[in-house]
């Protein structure tokens, strides 16, 4: 490790955020890159030692170790999995054993937990850590933002109990370091809900069919190209404590499905927005718990905002510090795609 740089620990190294954040910052002579994974010589892992960075072995659930695999940490960044544990199998085993949990509360459980590991290791190498070095991906807290409303949207909520709150009852100090990121909804997540993003009828039309209505801003993030430059505009932010919003686009889904079909040449007639009922998204999704947990999640947009109504900063409050912050927008985002599979359903 070169000495005169500082060091980025990055979670996550291998996956999307992460893999972007990683990605902007070995394209910065003044940092070094280390990432966690759990497998150094997987592909990804080995794609990234290929650009310089050092990857190290570090599973989440064992603090120690990722406390190890931070140590010299300048900057540390956190992103936690709640899909993962979700659907694999021996999780979904594991909930099914456990009397009384679902599937969504066991993944709840388990992003929890490496939350709690990822904020502990970084405490202990606060010290080291840049007055605004803990750069932390998170979601609004779906139960307080609703005022109880939603009581179960865990995948924003396990995210929310931790980062903030559980680092500001446990580790004052490191809070006091921290910046909170959240990530708009992923430009890609049509791949995860082909059903809801583009069905396509019988004559040959596609359907969009989401609970929410068509002109109901929500934001738009291009996670692999954009969230390492959003994560390294933030990182040069004068202060820590600041609530973020990485988008690059807020706009409607009704927007989201026009600038498709623009970029897919699909003629705008044989492109329709549905505002379904909840109970319509959970049939329409493959896996019924999975349709639960992402209805529940577009329900609380509606209802109280994506964001939850708070009041965050976003790429433009970053420019507008100076500091570079190029993002994608959802027009540009749907030009660079190759639709044709989608076309061809
Ligand atoms: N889809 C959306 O629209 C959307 C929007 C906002 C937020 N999100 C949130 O984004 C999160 C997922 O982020 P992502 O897309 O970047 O995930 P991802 O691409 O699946 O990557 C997950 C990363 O976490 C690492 N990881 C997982 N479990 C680990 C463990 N036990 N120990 C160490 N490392 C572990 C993986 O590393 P290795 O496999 O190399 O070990 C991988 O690098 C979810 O929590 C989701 O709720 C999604």
């Known amino acids: 490790m070169a000495e005169d740089k500082k060091l980025i620990c990055v979670v996550g190294a291998t996956g999307n955020?992460?893999?972007?954040?990683?990605?902007?910052?070995?394209?910065d002579p003044r940092f070094a890159v280390r990432g966690l994974t759990r497998n150094p010589n997987s592909a990804a892992s080995q794609a990234l030692t290929a650009l310089g960075a050092e990857m190290v072995r570090a599973d989440l659930d064992d603090a120690a170790a990722v406390?190890?695999?931070?140590?010299?940490?300048n900057v540390v960044f956190s992103v936690t999995q709640y899909w993962e544990p979700f659907f694999r199998p021996d999780c979904r085993a594991a909930a099914a054993a456990a009397a009384g949990v679902s599937c969504r509360r066991y993944a709840y459980d388990v992003e929890l937990r490496h939350g709690k590991n990822i904020a502990d290791a970084a405490a202990s190498v606060e010290a080291g850590l840049d007055a605004n070095g803990?750069?932390?991906?998170?979601?609004?807290?779906a139960g307080k933002c609703s005022a109880g409303a939603f009581t179960d949207l865990y995948h924003f909520d396990a995210k929310a109990d931790v980062f903030p709150d559980y680092l500001a009852s446990a580790h004052p100090a490191l809070a006091a370091k921290t910046s909170y990121i959240q990530t708009?909804?992923?430009?890609?997540?049509?791949?995860?809900?082909?059903?809801?993003?583009?069905?396509?009828?019988?004559?040959?039309?596609?359907?969009?069919r989401l609970p929410i209505a068509a002109d109901r801003a929500v934001p738009h993030l291009d996670v692999n190209a954009d969230m390492g430059a959003f994560v390294h505009g933030v990182a040069q932010m004068p202060a820590a404590g600041g609530h973020y919003m990485a988008a690059g686009t807020v706009a409607g889904f009704g927007e989201y499905l026009r600038l498709w079909a623009a970029a897919a040449g699909v003629a705008p007639v044989a492109a329709a927005y549905k505002h379904v009922a909840f109970d319509d998204m959970v049939a329409d999704t493959a896996d019924r718990e999975c349709g639960v947990e992402v209805a529940l999640m577009f329900q609380y947009a509606a209802d109280h905002g994506y964001d939850g109504g708070m009041d965050l900063l976003t790429a433009e409050d970053i420019r507008k510090a100076g500091i570079e912050c190029p993002m994608t927008t959802l027009e540009e985002w749907m030009a660079r795609q190759d639709w044709a599979d989608v076309l061809a359903k």
């Open 17 to 27: 955020q992460g893999g972007s954040v990683a990605r902007r910052f070995l394209a």
């Open 67 to 73: 406390a190890a695999a931070f140590a010299g940490a």
């Open 134 to 141: 803990f750069l932390v991906s998170t979601l609004s807290h």
């Open 184 to 208: 708009g909804f992923f430009m890609t997540s049509h791949r995860i809900l082909p059903e809801s993003y583009f069905q396509k009828q019988p004559d040959g039309s596609f359907e969009m």
